[in-house]
């Protein structure tokens, strides 16, 4: 036989497991053949006593393999190939070598490895798929004589590789399941989490739509109606519904079953539930799924036995007998807590199943469940509201789901220049993957690449078009998308030492909102010119266009300061974000003196510190003058008792426990100043204080309402608020804050009025 002395199971198994996990490969050789040994790629790694033992890290298509066989072992197959010399004959004495065989009581299967040196690299796989076409009858033949009665699934791996949409669609005609590192990832980490019992969700995802031998698939079960939808309210034994149940993770492996919206099974927590159903635990709570009847096998047969003039019937449900035909909604932690239990089979769990519900309810109904438990985080709402926004009656709400789409695009999209650099959902990012969605989409939504609305009278009013705008969300991304992609790829091809620097100026927040927002600029500035019309012009050429603008900042990300990377990657808030979007704008426009977007002057002059000078000693004597004159004037109407009667109680005890800490802190120096009250009250202190009791009136109205405001409505609140913005700009950082022109005009007229008028 083919297999006898190819196939490992049990200790066995684990032990060549082990050795695969190693990066490594490991050799002796006598102490005279090191140097020799070191020229062909190995390295001291243990001195013997007679030998050394040297090792070489493993190529890498033989640590995919490893990978691969690896996560097999993980999710619970009892038996696979030994080593990498499996080889099964096809026909007449023709054999056909297997990277990774992996067998269990249900299934067999075969996967091939394929992994290039470098990501990204693309390749036609027409040949090897019909060539794997060609023997996959004789071959499946041969493992049915070994292994009867098992479903058998070919599978072609690949990794590095951009696997074209004619190659994927070969496959799947030829019922050849295709993983890509994505999917591998995604059943590795699964496996790390559920162990052996990711192996249903494994199931589902390569059986969808086949039968489950010899399970029983009748239930008791009462029909009812709910919000316009029928359901069934069952009893069901784990095991029966862990054969046909699929969670819709939101992962990328799972990009075609949308909608996908559940976060991936906790491991800690799954330990939880498992211990605490051993411990004879239960949970009265329904499991809610949606039963999926396009492959038919759902039948309610009711019984002679009716309650007369109730709307539920009682009856016997007809389960489907098919992998992936169960969706849960809420609940895989219950339901995957029974997987390795001894009550999967002898206890049964409550179940409230739809039929057929449509994408955007059973996302709907996932966050109403969620929103009254656990809420739903920011990053899972957002890719959820893709699904639910994306056909909304407010076409303001379908644009926002565009513009996520997009977002998720960039990130998960092999052929974007931002592919995995995008945090997607709850999954833990990888290495260099810092861009966040709502990065990308409040950016998006400050251009004018699609349109804008308002609603009147239920309807949708255009506001404004967008330039990219098909009036469709689908014919929009489609236009959109290309032109985006290509416009980050000018930067990824012509700045790759920065583009992939662990601490890069481009791809981090800051540099990626203001790109966005620069490329709508320049496709303003061509419009405007009569350069451009993306609704109708090829969307490449419009970014090849664009590139002449962008030049230049290319240049600067070439030649790029530790400085001025830290001014790129440390300016936060929205406040940061804008300053770096001008900065760039800034950069274009000395080069290219006809690209000038609206504001950007402005900017310049308020930016440019040309006003600090003479503002920073003014805002040094005004908060002087200021306090000096509050504290005469409080004392003049409250005497020795001025602070206590004068302050609100509020300001005073502020003041209180900050004097308290300075001067323990000088105690502890060896300072001998004392620090009063009065020395810890601030300026924006200073506006509580006249506006406290009667002080306004008594002590401040006169003196401290500007000239212009005399018959300003709203009151002293009001007519103090320049005080609360005098406030602002004595707490500024001097060293890095410019003051506007706006803000200099303010005070300077404080100044001759408060200073240069007495």
């Known amino acids: 036989m083919w297999f006898e002395d190819k196939i490992v199971s049990g200790k066995e198994l684990q032990g060549i497991r082990k050795k695969r996990a190693h990066k490594y490969i490991y050799e002796k050789f006598e102490p005279e053949l090191q140097e020799k040994s070191e020229t062909d790629g190995w390295e001291l790694y243990k001195t013997l006593k007679t030998q050394i033992k040297m090792k070489k890290e493993k190529p890498l298509f033989e640590q995919f393999e490893d990978e691969v066989w690896i996560l097999f072992a993980s999710l619970g197959f009892q038996s696979m190939n030994k080593d990498k010399q499996l080889q099964i004959p096809y026909k007449d004495g023709l054999t056909k070598q297997i990277d990774v065989f992996a067998v269990d009581e249900e299934t067999v299967l075969l996967i091939e490895c394929k992994c290039a040196t470098t990501p990204g690299k693309t390749v036609n796989f027409k040949?090897?798929?019909?060539?794997?076409?060609?023997?996959?009858?004789?071959?499946?033949?041969?493992?049915?004589?070994q292994f009867p009665d098992r479903k058998i699934r070919y599978i072609f791996a690949t990794k590095n590789y951009k696997v074209g949409d004619q190659d994927r669609d070969r496959m799947k005609q030829f019922g050849i399941s295709y993983?890509?590192?994505?999917?591998v990832q995604y059943f590795y980490q699964l496996a790390q989490h559920l162990g052996s019992c990711a192996r249903f969700q494994l199931l589902g995802y390569l059986f969808e739509g086949q039968e489950i031998k010899a399970m029983n698939n009748c239930v008791p079960a009462i029909e009812g109606k709910m919000g316009g939808h029928t359901y069934y309210a069952f009893s069901v034994e784990p095991d029966k519904l862990l054969k046909m149940a699929y969670v819709l993770h939101r992962d990328k492996a799972n990009d075609g079953m949308m909608p996908t919206y559940q976060r991936i099974i906790k491991k800690e927590r799954l330990k939880e539930i498992q211990k605490f159903i051993d411990g004879g635990g239960f949970f009265p709570n329904s499991l809610i799924i949606n039963i999926d009847v396009s492959g038919g096998g759902l039948r309610f047969d009711p019984s002679s036995l009716q309650v007369e003039g109730?709307?539920?019937?009682?009856?016997?449900?007809?389960?489907?007998?098919?992998?992936?035909?169960?969706?849960?909604?809420?609940g895989q932690h219950r339901l995957y807590g029974y997987a390795e239990s001894n009550y999967a089979l002898s206890?049964?769990?409550p179940v409230v199943a739809f039929v057929n519900l449509e994408k955007a309810k059973q996302v709907e109904l996932f966050m109403e469940i969620n929103e009254n438990q656990k809420s739903v985080p920011k990053r899972l709402r957002d890719l959820l509201n893709i699904d639910l926004l994306w056909e909304s009656p407010d076409w303001n709400k379908q644009r926002q789901a565009l513009r996520l789409s997009i977002a998720q695009n960039l990130g998960e999209s092999q052929d974007s220049p931002l592919w995995g650099r995008v945090i997607i959902g709850e999954a833990a990012p990888p290495p260099h993957c810092c861009i966040t969605t709502d990065t990308i989409e409040n950016a998006l939504k400050s251009t004018n690449f699609f349109s804008r609305y308002?609603?009147?009278?239920?309807?949708?009013?255009?506001?404004?078009?967008?330039?990219?705008?098909?009036?469709?969300?689908?014919?929009?991304?489609?236009?959109f998308q290309p032109f985006l992609e290509k416009s980050f790829l000018y930067f990824k091809d012509n700045c790759t030492t920065e583009w992939e620097k662990e601490e890069s100026a481009i791809v981090v927040n800051n540099s990626i909102h203001a790109l966005i927002r620069i490329f709508n600029d320049i496709v303003v500035h061509l419009c405007a010119q009569k350069q451009a019309d993306p609704v109708n012009d090829d969307p490449l050429d419009i970014a090849e266009n664009a590139e002449a603008y962008l030049s230049p900042l290319v240049d600067f990300f070439n030649n790029i300061t530790a400085e001025q990377r830290d001014e790129i990657r440390k300016s936060y808030g929205s406040g940061g974000k804008a300053k770096v979007w001008r900065t760039f704008q800034k950069i274009i426009a000395e080069a290219k003196p006809e690209f000038s977007p609206t504001g950007l002057t402005e900017w310049i002059r308020d930016n440019g510190k040309q006003f600090n000078d003479e503002a920073f000693p003014m805002i040094q004597t005004l908060e002087s003058t200021i306090k000096q004159d509050f504290?005469?004037?409080?004392?003049s109407r409250y005497s020795s008792n001025w602070l206590a009667l004068g302050l609100p109680?509020?300001?005073?005890?502020?003041?209180?426990?900050?004097?308290?800490?300075?001067?323990y802190d000088n105690s502890i120096n060896g300072v001998a100043a004392d620090v009063s009250i009065w020395d810890c009250v601030t300026v924006a202190n200073c506006r509580d204080i006249a506006i406290h009791s009667s002080n306004w009136t008594e002590l401040f109205e006169k003196t401290y309402t500007r000239p212009s405001e005399l018959r300003l409505s709203g009151g002293k609140k009001a007519k103090t608020e320049w005080i609360a913005k005098l406030a602002k700009?004595?707490?500024v950082d001097k060293n890095d804050y410019s003051v506007t022109e706006e803000e200099y005009s303010f005070l300077k007229s404080l100044y001759e009025w408060l200073v240069m008028g007495q």
């Open 347 to 349: 206890n049964s769990v």
């Open 127 to 145: 040949t090897d798929i019909e060539a794997i076409e060609g023997i996959r009858t004789g071959l499946y033949a041969q493992v049915r004589q």
């Open 631 to 635: 504290e005469k004037k409080l004392y």
């Open 454 to 479: 308002k609603r009147e009278n239920n309807r949708n009013v255009i506001v404004e078009n967008g330039k990219f705008d098909k009036g469709e969300n689908r014919a929009t991304l489609n236009k």
């Open 310 to 330: 109730s709307i539920p019937r009682i009856g016997v449900l007809h389960l489907p007998k098919q992998y992936r035909s169960a969706y849960i909604i809420d």
């Open 179 to 183: 993983f890509d590192e994505r999917v």
């Open 649 to 663: 109680q509020k300001v005073y005890n502020q003041a209180n426990n900050l004097m308290g800490k300075r001067n």
């Open 729 to 731: 700009l004595i707490n």
